[in-house]
């Protein structure tokens, strides 16, 4: 059973234009997100967070909005640059609980 | 201040042999977590360790795989007999106190001929 949910294997864009990478979350007890970038042969690193009490949470190029009456996140990135290439993977917890819910992730590529 | 460090960052396990992956987690971090990726997917929870304790272990296969975080040493994630579908990008992250503080080791890729 999947409860995070990233549709888009890949998403292609063209350098200075936005990216927006989408999540959805089947188990309503998830109160706190978060987005992970992943380049090959590394480990994930985090990038932004957001508290179930809040709907939109922003951190340089980097914004993250929450929809909760959609169970759906989605992260905007502004411009988009060549380094940000990578693996995006979206990721959940419920309060309480000790473990994340991933998400299979997003392919990013920014075009130069 | 070295990040969460993994070892082997590759390993290679014939049909049947043990695989032990180690994990030492970031200074100061007493919390450490291990995930599996298996390919195309994202990456699942196994267990949830804490200096000599198992907290949580709710993600891992109930035979051929244990965990362990000594007093002393690195966190060890131990797969006997391993088989075909143990092939995996196995990651450990560490944290100060709940999973809020997440940092991932570059992980171990294990491939099982």
């Known amino acids: 059973d999947q409860q995070v949910k990233q549709n888009s294997p890949s998403l292609s864009v063209q350098e200075g234009r936005i990216s927006i990478l989408n999540c959805d979350y089947t188990?309503?007890?998830?109160?706190?997100f978060l987005w992970y970038k992943k380049y090959p042969a590394e480990g994930p690193t985090f990038l932004i967070s957001?508290?179930?009490?809040?709907d939109k949470n922003e951190d340089g190029r980097f914004t993250v909005f929450l929809n909760k009456s959609a169970k759906h996140l989605s992260l905007h990135i502004v411009p988009s640059q060549p380094g940000d290439s990578a693996v995006y993977f979206c990721?959940?917890?419920?309060?309480?609980?000790?473990?994340?819910?991933f998400g299979t992730g997003t392919r990013l590529t920014v075009i130069p | 201040n070295a990040g969460v460090m993994q070892n082997p960052r590759h390993l290679v396990r014939r049909r049947g042999q043990e695989a032990r992956l180690r994990c030492s987690p970031m200074?100061?971090?007493?919390?450490v977590y291990w995930y599996r990726q298996l390919p195309e997917e994202g990456l699942k929870f196994m267990v949830y360790l804490q200096k000599e304790n198992i907290i949580d272990e709710s993600g891992m296969p109930k035979e051929r795989f244990s965990a362990e975080f000594p007093k002393e040493g690195p966190s060890i994630l131990r797969i006997q007999q391993v088989v075909r579908g143990d092939s995996a990008a196995y990651f450990c992250?560490?944290?100060?106190?709940?999973?809020?503080?997440?940092?991932f080791g570059s992980g171990t890729r294990l491939t099982v001929v």
């Open positions: 992250a560490s944290s100060p106190g709940g999973h809020y503080g997440y940092t």
């Open positions: 188990n309503s007890m998830f109160d706190y």
């Open positions: 200074k100061g971090h007493s919390h």
């Open positions: 957001i508290s179930s009490i809040k």
């Open positions: 990721a959940a917890s419920a309060r309480g609980a000790n473990n994340l819910f």
